[in-house]
């Protein structure tokens, strides 16, 4: 029977340390590998479904194809027949139920578990508010997640005339916690291609990301802070209201966020 | 042939001729390897996840300039890995690698064979702390090596440079690390 020797440390040579790094690449924790191949799938259907209505393959990343279709829509609002006016835009509303989102897009946007209203409002730290807008209605999903403390609760609504489906399939977020965006981080999240600036809402101080993806840091109540990085694939706006953090997502323009963000009750 | 699985030539096969559930099972094999190699690319577990994702989206827009017969693995990889890099760039920030716990540790029973070192625990840490410690060219060529365990020739597809490149990169990095763990700090 072999019995290895403990080795000279540090290590004498780039032998003796290419083995100590092989011996130690056995004992890496990684985090736990998300499911990737069933949001590829879901990406790849959406992005074909747009290419065959085109006439060839589709080859482009989702996120071009997002933005090209919102910067259509900013152009050609008028396009749509019907509706009401928000910003500028036409907004009408498909008939019928919403379809369930599908379980990667909740998953892969962090959102939590579908509850209803009631048992968001029950389990959330904080007084949920909801878009008093008659032409949006009530939120066609409600999703509670347990972070940060008091939790978080995303109401979210599938695509829809006004508010085009994102590269995940989702028309319209508005995402509500209780914590302090700390605004020394907000340069270093932003991807390329996106650009902020400043707004306000109802006169509270407001962040309006747009043009690209970006991700942020909050903190909880105790201060700590949470890289949750929520993925973000549509224009934002950002603000603070009374200790909570809001957020519009997917509205396609700043007047057309800022109408949801007003209306919140 | 029934029940047999299909090659990754196969399902690249199919794939091409628009089947997503092929391109799906493919995605499957290699998203442990993808995500894993993301990950030691850009550090962070949510930008590896989306890098990941991206980069086997834009794979599929690149089936048609996948030479038939070529091998997957690091084709995939350097999609992946330039998207890992993207996110790397614009993120600015760096998650530290972590060791199991010694309960987590895969215990095979078998003695350790003499090529392999044993290293105690404090010895562990110290590697990789001196490993966090490099630049992010000197660990990544580093991480690539000897964490995703991938060959040379296939470092050189990853990271889309010629394999003398990688040789050489490759010793670089190791004369760094073993100088920040003498205690000095010659990035030169």
């Given at each position: 029977m072999t019995v290895a020797e403990p080795m000279a440390w540090p290590p004498r040579d780039e032998a003796a340390l290419a083995s100590a790094l092989a011996d130690l690449s056995r004992d890496l924790a990684y985090p736990a590998t998300p499911s990737i191949a069933s949001a590829v799938t879901l990406r790849l259907r959406e992005g074909s479904a747009k290419g065959r209505r085109r006439g060839r393959r589709w080859a482009l990343p989702a996120r071009s194809i997002a933005f090209a279709l919102l910067a259509l829509l900013v152009l050609?609002?008028?396009?749509?027949?019907?509706g009401i006016v928000i910003g500028g835009l036409r907004i009408s509303f498909a008939p019928g139920t919403p379809p369930p989102l599908p379980s990667a897009v909740v998953q892969s946007r962090a959102f939590g578990s579908e509850v209803s209203l009631d048992e968001a409002r029950r389990r959330a730290g904080f007084g949920v508010l909801v878009p008093s807008l008659a032409a949006i209605g009530q939120p066609e999903h409600v999703y509670f997640n347990g972070v940060p403390s008091g939790g978080t609760v995303s109401l979210v609504w599938g695509p829809q005339p006004g508010y085009p489906a994102s590269?995940?399939?989702?028309?319209l977020v508005v995402t509500e916690f209780q914590a302090t965006v700390d605004p020394a981080v907000w340069e270093k999240l932003l991807y390329e291609g996106t650009s902020v600036s400043d707004t306000l809402v109802n006169g509270h101080a407001a962040l309006w990301i747009s043009g690209g993806e970006h991700t942020f840091f909050y903190r909880d109540s105790s201060g700590r802070r949470v890289?949750?990085?929520?993925?973000?694939?549509g224009d934002t706006l950002i603000w603070q209201r009374n200790g909570l953090v809001l957020r519009v997502e997917g509205a396609p323009s700043l007047s057309a966020a800022a109408e949801v963000a007003r209306s919140l009750r | 042939m029934e029940g047999r699985p299909l090659t990754d030539a196969e399902l690249i096969e199919e794939a091409r001729g628009g089947d997503v559930a092929a391109y799906e099972e493919l995605v499957r094999r290699y998203e442990e390897l993808a995500f894993r190699t993301a990950y030691l690319v850009c550090g962070d577990a949510d930008d590896a996840r989306d890098a990941a994702q991206e980069g086997f989206v834009r794979a599929y827009g690149a089936l048609n300039r996948f030479r038939a017969g070529a091998e997957p693995r690091p084709w995939l990889l350097r999609i992946v890995a330039n998207a890992a890099r993207n996110r790397r760039r614009a993120a600015g920030r760096r998650a530290g690698l972590a060791l199991r716990s010694a309960q987590d540790?895969?215990?095979?029973g078998a003695a350790p064979s003499p090529e392999v070192a044993v290293l105690a625990g404090e010895q562990r840490a110290e590697l990789l702390a001196a490993v966090d410690r490099l630049s992010d060219d000197d660990r990544r060529i580093i991480t690539l090596r000897?964490?995703?365990?991938?060959?040379e020739r296939e470092m050189a597809a990853v990271l889309d440079v010629p394999l003398g490149t990688v040789k050489s990169r490759l010793s670089r990095a190791m004369q760094r690390l073993r100088a920040v763990m003498r205690g000095g700090d010659d990035r030169g």
């Open positions: 050609a609002g008028a396009a749509v027949a019907f590269v995940t399939g989702v028309g890289d949750s990085s929520l993925q973000v694939v | 540790r895969p215990s095979d000897w964490f995703a365990d991938l060959s």
